[in-house]
């Protein structure tokens, strides 16, 4: 168990749906990234947060929206859903902003777009 | 721009034998990392070794080793003796402009 916490762990959603993805840090990190794993693109990096600011930004989608929080929760918000949405999303987090610093995966959310 | 390449799809190896997974890399920064991360099955992603571009000696964690060879690009990741739980997606990872970017990964079946 690697102290991150994501929910839901499965989500299935119609096209033209939006959905909102949560992650919980290791205690202590003030890190967070998301990242996509899908079949045809492989895993690839979306956005960092670092003590609720947003520190890197990778492949995101413009339909696709992120924050952290205070309580550093982050949420990844996907808007306007495509069958090619579907994919599994992980977030990570890390204790300080460097991304060289190890980051601990939480179990991810499955998106099934239909 | 920064490239991982694992040439490895796939690979079947015999318990107890040692494995090697390929990972190449190209990068023009002086300075980099590489990571390897493991996914099994159940679908989490975890950190396995990491390797500093300076580090003099090659990264070690317990059965993982990390053959790093700078001037031909390249960052094996080795496993001794291996076990039927090891069988997993394996990953090898660099950071290039503040993110990290991941290989396509290897399928690694250790059969009994």
């Known amino acids: 168990d690697s102290g991150v916490t994501q929910t839901p762990k499965h989500l299935i959603t119609a096209t033209g749906q939006r959905v909102t993805l949560r992650c919980s840090p290791r205690?202590?990190?003030?890190?967070v990234y998301w990242y996509q794993q899908s079949l045809d693109q492989g895993l690839q990096f979306l956005i960092q947060y670092y003590n609720g600011e947003e520190r890197a930004k990778g492949n995101i989608l413009e339909r696709f929206s992120a924050q952290q929080f205070p309580d550093l929760h982050s949420e990844l918000n996907l808007s306007s859903l495509e069958l090619g949405d579907s994919a599994l999303y992980f977030c990570?987090?890390?204790?300080?902003?460097?991304?060289?610093?190890?980051?601990?995966f939480g179990p991810g959310t499955r998106l099934t777009v239909t | 721009a920064q490239k991982i390449t694992q040439t490895q799809p796939g690979m079947f190896v015999q318990e107890k034998e040692a494995v090697t997974l390929d990972c190449t890399y190209d990068t023009s920064d002086p300075s980099y990392g590489l990571f390897w991360y493991k996914q099994p099955s159940s679908g989490e992603m975890i950190f396995l070794i990491y390797?500093?571009?300076?580090?003099?000696q090659n990264a070690t964690e317990g059965r993982y080793s990390l053959n790093f060879q700078k001037a031909r690009k390249s960052a094996n990741l080795v496993i001794s003796a291996s076990q039927l739980g090891d069988s997993a997606m394996y990953f090898c990872a660099t950071v290039h402009s503040q993110k990290l970017v991941f290989g396509q990964g290897t399928r690694l079946t250790i059969n009994p």
């Open positions: 205690s202590g990190d003030l890190s």
């Open positions: 990570a987090s890390s204790l300080d902003a460097r991304v060289e610093d190890e980051q601990y």
């Open positions: 390797q500093g571009s300076y580090d003099q």
